[in-house]
């Protein structure tokens, strides 16, 4: 089945960028997804990519995939406060699945 | 407001207790899902309906039963529970289950304690 691997804590300085990484292992994922998760509340679909593009960006996030590495990023921009949450990045569990295969989360901790 | 609304929020119950988990989304969806969040691993998915019939049960105990009585509703029934069943309990729905974009919309879950 599919494997979903990120980094478990990521602390930046507020106004600096975040960078959270995922690897995953079906090459043959559609669509990638990641979400924010706040203290007490459910995940909240942020962006995602179709496999077939490079870069998406939408306003202070950047997703970029590397399909020959299986590597999925979220840059987030002038990192506030406010980002302070737990990130998710979900992948299709197979080839024409419906099911999303989660990674355990990135905590990003914005220092003031 | 993510258009799927779960009750209650919070849940202490006993062992022997029987108690029901709901869920309901506003968003014209077809698929629902239970899932269960626990500290330190990644999201385990638990039952899927698609169009009120469940077409995924992920090896759940049977101390937990699902209900969808319609699309817009999704119920978890609890009967008998364990300590090591205390979690975060995540509604989710989606357009339908095709391969197409997908994304999942989360309620803001339910924290499940047993005593």
């Known amino acids: ?112 | 407001e993510t258009g799927v609304t779960q009750t209650p929020r919070h849940l202490v119950m006993g062992m022997t207790n029987k108690k029901s988990l709901k869920c309901e989304q506003h968003l014209g969806h077809n698929a629902m899902y239970w899932y269960k969040q626990s500290a330190k691993k990644p999201l385990e998915l638990m039952f899927v309906y698609n169009f009120k019939e469940q077409t995924e049960n992920n090896s759940v105990p049977s101390r937990f039963s699902p209900e969808c009585p319609n699309s817009s509703h999704l119920f978890l029934h609890l009967h008998t529970l364990q300590p090591e069943d205390s979690a975060l309990y995540l509604c989710a729905s989606s357009q339908d289950l095709t391969e197409r974009n997908q994304p999942q919309h989360f309620g803001d879950g339910t924290r499940l304690s047993i005593l």
């Open chain 1, 1 to 112: 089945g599919e494997d979903v691997e990120q980094s478990l804590f990521l602390s930046v300085r507020e106004g600096d960028s975040s960078v959270i990484n995922c690897t995953y292992t079906d090459s043959s994922s559609t669509y990638l997804y990641w979400y924010k998760q706040e203290p007490g509340a459910g995940l909240q679909l942020l962006t995602y990519i179709f496999s077939n593009m490079d870069m998406k960006q939408d306003q202070r996030l950047t997703v970029l995939l590397n399909k020959k590495d299986k590597h999925l990023s979220l840059r987030i921009a002038d990192t506030q406060t406010g980002d302070s949450a737990i990130y998710f990045c979900a992948v299709p569990s197979g080839a024409g699945s419906y099911q999303l295969t989660f990674g355990k989360g990135t905590k990003l901790s914005v220092i003031p």
